[in-house]
């Protein structure tokens, strides 16, 4: 719940920026979701063809109804939406279960909407070593083997990291990745795996950490996204490596 029309000001810098990275590194694509109240603002100011906004989150509903102050997937689209973060930890202690999800993921999938989807464990659920049986579970109960996969980007965040400048060890989260990315081939008989972001205090001094790591294909950047100059710098600090 961050930015308004004066917010375009951050976007113009991060999109200037990353045209000219893109010259040396041309696999950059980034993905800015707002509130839904300058999404179709900020898509009319700037057009590009690796710079997306997005939304941060939706209703389940696929048509209109009895859902006052809710914004359904259709009705983004019609604004020129691409993408839209569902599953969210956020989102999930409001009350989403992986039903609620599922259905969100369906009626997204349902207008062509390309899907962030966030996966994460709490604490509790990792100190009890339960964290790979409960990706497993967010992963199988909330998609149909019948969606678009292709359409479906994984992001990994673990709920006790997000905003505490805790972060997994390198080791482990090369074993989660692994297992993200099997568990979508096997259960969805894929033959190539997803992308799969990582996101949880991913911030300017702890980015380089991650660019270790292969099988990570991105990054779900929270709070340090709302400054033009730390988001710039958590890109310039992971291609350092290259």
């Known amino acids: 719940m961050f930015g308004d029309l004066g917010s375009l000001k951050i976007i113009y810098k991060i999109h200037s920026f990353s045209s000219k990275f893109r010259k040396k590194h041309n696999n950059i694509k980034i993905i800015m979701c707002v509130p839904n109240t300058i999404i179709y603002y900020f898509i009319k100011k700037i057009k590009s063809k690796f710079f997306y906004i997005g939304a941060q989150n ?23 939406t691409k993408y839209v973060i569902l599953g969210h930890s956020e989102n999930r202690n409001s009350g989403d279960t992986n039903s609620i999800i599922k259905k969100k993921i369906e009626a997204a999938l349902n207008q062509n909407l390309n899907i962030i989807f966030c996966i994460g464990e709490k604490l509790k659920d990792k100190n009890k070593g339960k964290t790979f049986s409960l990706l497993r579970n967010q992963i199988r109960s909330s998609i149909s083997k019948k969606f678009k996969i292709n359409k479906i980007i994984i992001a990994y965040e673990p709920v006790w990291s997000i905003g505490t400048g805790k972060i997994p060890s390198m080791n482990e989260l090369q074993k989660i990745f692994i297992f993200i990315k099997n568990e979508f081939r096997k259960n969805f008989k894929l033959r190539k795996s997803p992308q799969v972001l990582y996101g949880g205090s991913v911030n300017v001094d702890n980015i380089s950490k991650f660019s270790f790591i292969d099988d990570i294909d991105g990054f779900l950047i929270g709070g340090a996204s709302q400054s033009s100059k730390k988001f710039i710098d958590i890109i310039k600090n992971y291609y350092k490596k290259s």
Do not use: D, E, Q
């Not at 939706?58 to 604004?79: D, Q, W």
């Open 58 to 80: 939706c209703h389940y509903s696929k048509t209109t109804g009895p859902y006052t102050g809710s914004v359904n997937a259709n009705m983004l689209k019609k604004i020129g």
